[in-house]
């Protein structure tokens, strides 16, 4: 499933062509997807001017001009494809069959956006105040100002729980998902495993800059493409060439100066890599 930095890359991708633009017209090829689509959401949307484009968590945002906004989830398999006379490396990719196109929008600016999702998973709702369920749990975003080891620190507090675990729940921290953890993890030289709340403050300031940093490169290089994800241009994202222990076990730890081994551990049913040599 898309993580944060891949959610950021296609917001930012979609951001010239839809911020500021009105939506002639809004069409649903079916009923719902995850969930049944808002009985409302094509009466809203169309003709309206989406003023914003932000994203929340794995969500995106799009703010209308009717004070209510565009919810939308990537899901595991779901690709937001732009499409329009003059755009040149945004056509269509043929692999992408339009069987499932399950919502279109077309701006005013003769721009085709296109949620196409094979599994089904993703999610399209119409939201007010920012207020959803879906929303209203999160913790903070990672990237933000306030987010540091004093943040980490609180939440940690008493906490037997591996430290992996808590990194991925969402109501501590927003966004997070399996690959950048493991590689934050790595970073800051925490084992995933450790309790979460055994962990010092200063190794808390560390690994929350080892967050930050994780994710902007990320964000940088495009996501990371590993089955489905594509930026909103159709290109591949290309951090996964940068991964220092995920899906890298039996490989030597990069770590300058360690002899250590990459292992893999599943922790909660999902794979955890690290380095037992550096990461204590």
């Known amino acids: ?28 090829n079916r009923d719902g997807l995850r969930w049944k689509f808002p009985p409302e959401l094509t009466q809203i949307a169309t003709g309206a001017m989406v003023t914003g484009l932000r994203r929340r968590s794995k969500y995106i945002l799009a703010d209308l001009d009717r004070d209510a906004a565009l919810l939308i989830h990537l899901g595991m398999s779901g690709r937001l494809v732009i499409e329009g006379a003059g755009l040149g490396q945004f056509h269509r990719d043929p692999a992408i069959l339009p069987q499932h196109d399950h919502v279109v929008i077309d701006t005013d600016a003769g721009t085709r956006i296109t949620l196409n999702d094979a599994r089904r998973f993703g999610m399209v709702d119409l939201i007010r105040d920012d207020r959803s369920p879906l929303l209203d749990h999160l913790g903070p975003e990672p990237l933000g100002a306030s987010f540091t080891g004093a943040t980490l620190a609180a939440a940690f507090a008493g906490r037997r729980a591996p430290v992996k675990a808590l990194l991925l729940d969402q109501r501590v921290v927003a966004g997070l998902g399996n690959i950048y953890v493991s590689e934050s993890l790595h970073r800051a030289g925490i084992d995933p495993r450790r309790a979460a709340g055994r962990i010092g403050r200063t190794r808390l300031d560390a690994l929350a800059l080892h967050i930050k940093d994780v994710l902007t490169e990320a964000i940088a290089a495009g996501g990371s493409s590993l089955r489905d994800h594509r930026q909103a241009s159709g290109e591949l994202g290309y951090f996964q060439h940068s991964f220092r222990v995920y899906d890298r076990a039996g490989e030597p730890c990069p770590r300058p100066g360690c002899r250590g081994v990459i292992r893999r551990v599943v922790q909660s049913g999902r794979s955890s890599f690290w380095c037992r040599a550096c990461q204590r």
């Open 1 to 28: 499933m898309p993580e944060l930095p891949e959610v950021e890359t296609v917001r930012r991708g979609l951001l010239p062509h839809l911020e500021g633009r009105r939506i002639d017209r809004l069409l649903l």
